[in-house]
């Protein structure tokens, strides 16, 4: 450990070590608002899931095996290998000349994300004793919490095109961006954080590392665009999208199975499955899981609520969830300041979790006719609760461990809250389109979407019978498009032809827009209640954690009394 370090050491090193975690956060937001024109400038538009999957798989898998790794090769030569990884695939993926390169560089810069997503946390856990820690990891919560805010404001400002220092932004400054900050945090973390190497040889657990990344990059694959990506194989082998989930899922299955039979022979497991008899972490994991997918369910789904019945554009819906993010920062910071003057942190996540899920359950009263100030409200408290379980899961499965151990179990509460809001996403996508396809029956017969089938732009736009299609039919920027086009078709006409037709195409838009919103907002109502539902379970498992009190650091104290 290197609590001895000043101050302002310390504060240095955090500073560099946020610095890289902001990046890691960011990309997650600001690449929102840039993939329209992705697509368009490099017409791919059956490429657009792979951009967004190709670093959720590389980060998830990464995960794991950069803790583990950290706690074998000391922390600091692991963040400097995450941070310059980061910044080298941000880099490329700025200069991509097809969306190839694109998919490649996006992987890439997965793994560097990865990477810094394992070592952040951990790191605390390097510099500060268990009383001190919860300070720094609410500081890394409101991290994350501004960033859902300024990515897409950021993302949304440069792909717009801004002139800065002669040169005019585009899509690709949404990466470039992250460069001179990956070197600054380089330069930083290289001149003063610690190595925490530690003296045993280190022996790496390869056949481990094999199968884990066999079992999350199918599950990754199987729950995540996967009718997109697979459409060739589904196609030449005749697959239904059911039938290839369950050949995936029986990968999975033995992938895990031959993972769990390595980690239980080898020396040095990515996961020591003794973990997993600690009471604690065993609750915290689960915990993780059901709060990564009741997240998800919530925040995701809110932005979606505001572009489709406020008619917000991706800038304006990061805006719209600012009394969110207040409430994330407020708590984060605000719980852990408190969690170090009294070294109690159960109390804090218990309080969270019921909170978040009173919240989630009060999301399902929202209507196409409810203020935003009702939205706003329920949003204050749900970040509040939010912002509390957060940064604790990792407090208390740092307390239960020594110190050459904390980057696997650190590393583990984001792998399994990832696993979650992967699953989650999966399910709630599902749950959506279901609803959908209930509550939009007959919506192919509207005159729009019988004009829309009738345009050659209608190809782009994707399959008119498709639930979700004919969501995306009514966001704000393809709803632009499309009018700007048909103001385009009848400009040649006279101009009380063109004046009925223009009023006509408009009331038949306002119809269609009306019947999606109802159901849409109708579909969501399930959402809600499934998310509320998982919190609830989570709020029941925290109650069940037994609480060790934090410790102030004492001189001659072993690691694990820390």
């Known amino acids: 450990m290197h609590h001895h370090l000043s101050l302002r050491s310390k504060v240095i090193i955090m500073a560099s070590v946020m610095a890289s975690m902001f990046l890691v956060a960011l990309d997650q937001t600001i690449i929102a608002?840039?993939?329209?024109?992705?697509?368009e400038e490099f017409n791919a538009y059956d490429s657009l899931s792979w951009i967004v999957t190709a670093y959720l798989l590389t980060t998830t898998i990464t995960v794991p095996i950069a803790g583990k790794l950290s706690d074998l090769f000391g922390r600091k030569l692991v963040l400097l290998a995450g941070v310059a990884?980061?910044?080298?695939g941000s880099?490329?993926?700025?200069?991509?000349?097809?969306?190839?390169?694109?998919?490649l560089w996006r992987a890439v810069q997965g793994i560097g994300g990865g990477i810094i997503t394992a070592n952040a946390f951990t790191i605390i856990g390097d510099l500060f004793a268990a009383r001190e820690r919860g300070r720094w990891q609410g500081m890394i919560g409101a991290v994350f919490g501004l960033s859902s805010v300024i990515g897409p404001l950021l993302g949304g400002w440069l792909t717009d095109g801004q002139a800065i220092l002669g040169l005019t932004t585009d899509w690709r400054w949404t990466f470039l961006i992250n460069v001179p900050v990956a070197i600054i945090a380089f330069l930083l973390i290289m001149a003063f954080c610690p190595p925490l190497k530690h003296d045993n040889k280190p022996k790496i657990d390869y056949f481990g590392a094999i199968f884990l990344t066999i079992a999350l990059a199918t599950l990754v694959l199987a729950v995540d665009n996967t009718e997109t990506i697979f459409a060739n194989v589904m196609d030449t082998f005749n697959l239904s999208l059911t039938g290839l989930r369950l050949i995936m899922g029986s990968i999975v299955a033995l992938a895990t199975a031959a993972f769990i039979w390595t980690e239980s022979r080898v020396e040095e497991p990515i996961i020591p499955l003794r973990f997993f008899k600690n009471r604690t972490y065993s609750l915290v994991m689960i915990v993780a899981t059901l709060f990564g997918a009741g997240f998800m369910g919530s925040i995701l789904y809110l932005t979606q609520f505001n572009q489709q019945v406020f008619g917000a554009g991706p800038t304006e819906s990061g805006l719209m969830l600012i009394p969110m993010v207040a409430g994330i920062m407020v708590s984060a910071i605000g719980s852990g300041q408190l969690i170090s003057r009294t070294g109690k942190y159960k109390r804090f996540m218990e309080f969270g979790v019921v909170l978040a899920t009173i919240m989630i359950a009060l999301l399902t009263t929202l209507t196409p006719e409810s203020p935003y100030w009702h939205e706003a409200i329920i949003m204050v408290a749900l970040g509040f609760g939010l912002g509390l379980v957060m940064p604790i899961m990792n407090i208390a499965v740092q307390n239960?461990?020594?110190?050459?151990?904390?980057g696997v179990a650190t590393s583990s509460v984001q792998l399994f809250r990832t696993l979650g809001s992967t699953v989650g996403i999966a399910i709630f996508g599902a749950m959506l389109t279901a609803g959908l396809t209930a509550n939009l029956k007959g919506i192919?017969?509207?005159?729009?979407?019988?004009?829309?089938?009738?345009?050659?732009a209608a190809s782009k736009i994707?399959?008119?019978?498709?639930?979700?299609?004919?969501?995306?039919?009514?966001?704000?920027?393809?709803k632009s498009e499309i009018t700007k086009g048909f103001e385009t078709s009848v400009a040649s006409l006279p101009a009380p032809v063109k004046s009925a037709a223009t009023k006509q195409?408009?009331?038949n838009q306002s119809e269609y827009s009306d019947k999606i919103i109802h159901a849409f907002s109708k579909s969501l109502r399930s959402i809600f209640v499934t998310s509320a539902s998982l919190m609830l379970i989570a709020a029941v498992v925290v109650f069940f954690i037994r609480e060790k009190e934090l410790k102030h650091a004492t001189a001659g104290a072993t690691p694990g009394e820390m």
């Not at 991509?96 to 390169?101: E, K, L, M, R």
């Open 91 to 103: 880099l490329l993926s700025g200069m991509a000349g097809d969306v190839n390169q694109l998919v």
């Open 400 to 406: 239960e461990f020594e110190q050459r151990e904390l």
């Open 33 to 39: 608002t840039a993939l329209g024109k992705i697509v």
């Open 444 to 456: 192919e017969d509207t005159a729009y979407i019988q004009a829309l089938k009738q345009s050659p």
């Open 505 to 507: 195409f408009k009331e």
């Open 462 to 478: 994707g399959d008119l019978s498709e639930p979700n299609t004919q969501l995306n039919l009514n966001m704000p920027d393809i």
């Open 85 to 88: 990884i980061f910044g080298a």
